[in-house]
């Protein structure tokens, strides 16, 4: 006896003809002609060597045959479908996001919750990490990256433009009697000199930074470091203000300037296109950007009363 087993279609169409005792009304149900069924019932018996339905004019019964092979056959599909079910239901409850640690820490982490509030039925899976994922090899509904967007495949939303600005701590700032002109800035020890934001920077502010040059090479590899270390008063920072908000408004950080420059890179709301109606990540993608649209409607109102506050007091 061989041990292969027969074609999967083949069994398939033979459970539905066997539950319905009707060539006619399995065809209905998977989409098929009668004379497909027939065909797929046909190589099934040429396989097992006998007959499993006896035909009659407008009816088919199971032979003694098919009558031991029909409920063995029916119950592996059941295990099948019952094994698929767990585990569509296994992945429509779980919500698997990887981002970068910038914008986890800054932006994600504190919201989240909202989001797990809002949808008990989803519990949500975050990884940090700084790669571009391969979402047909790796287990991830989404992901949030940095860069311009630019991703073949892969449906795109900005959340947050990659602005940026000098930042430090006020007692640093201090410690030369204040910032008044960028050039101030080169007077105190930089983190990340390195960085090709602070030429952009600088340059828009119509300053050199040739002194950049000589500063030791420091590199701590994420923002959130960088803005760690600027709140500890290790040196100046240059970081994306609305990453750093609530620092600001503490008084842990300072902005010296209202310049922000951009060069193009933003944080991103990645996912495949095919997959862009998928329950889990459409509420996801319509909650992050809600999230994203108020953020910015409250720094625009905290900004106009800042300056408000700064015309009356001047």
């Given amino acids: 006896m061989s041990s292969k087993l027969p074609p999967l279609s083949s069994l398939r169409v033979f459970e539905a003809a066997a539950r319905y005792c009707s060539f006619t009304r399995a065809s209905e149900e998977l989409g098929m002609t009668q004379a497909a069924v027939s065909y797929q019932i046909k190589i099934l018996e040429e396989r097992v060597g006998t007959p499993l339905f006896l035909r009659r004019p407008r009816q088919v019964s199971l032979t003694e045959t098919g009558e031991r092979l ?91 433009p990659a602005e940026f600005s000098p930042m430090l701590s006020p007692e640093l700032a201090a410690s030369i009697g204040g910032i008044k002109q960028p050039s101030d800035l080169l007077k105190l020890p930089f983190i990340d000199p390195s960085d090709p934001w602070w030429k952009i920077w600088f340059d828009a502010m119509d300053t050199s930074s040739d002194e950049l040059k000589c500063k030791p090479r420091s590199r701590m590899g994420t923002q959130t470091l960088e803005a760690k270390a600027a709140e500890a008063g290790q040196g100046v920072a240059i970081l994306t203000p609305a990453f750093y908000r609530d620092s600001l408004n503490r008084g842990r950080l300072i902005q010296p300037f209202e310049r922000v420059c951009h060069d193009g890179f933003g944080y991103w709301l990645v996912y495949p296109k095919a997959r862009r109606n998928v329950p889990k990540i459409r509420k996801f993608r319509d909650w992050i950007l809600l999230e994203i649209k108020e953020h910015y409607e409250r720094e625009e109102i905290a900004i106009t009363e800042r300056r408000e506050t700064d015309a009356i007091v001047y």
């Avoid at 008990?120 to 571009?132: H, K, Q, W």
């Avoid at 391969?134 to 949030?144: V, Y």
């Fill in 70 to 160: 029909a409920p063995v056959v029916s119950e592996a599909f059941e295990l099948l479908r019952g094994a698929f079910a767990v585990a569509e239901d296994a992945s429509q409850g779980l919500l698997s996001i990887t981002t970068v640690n910038t914008f986890a820490a800054n932006f994600l982490a504190e919201r989240i919750g909202r989001f797990q509030f809002k949808y008990e039925d989803l519990a949500v899976r975050l990884d940090t990490s700084p790669g571009i994922i391969d979402f047909a090899r790796e287990e991830f509904d989404l992901a949030i990256r940095a860069g311009r967007g630019n991703w073949p495949g892969l449906e795109t939303h900005l959340l947050v």
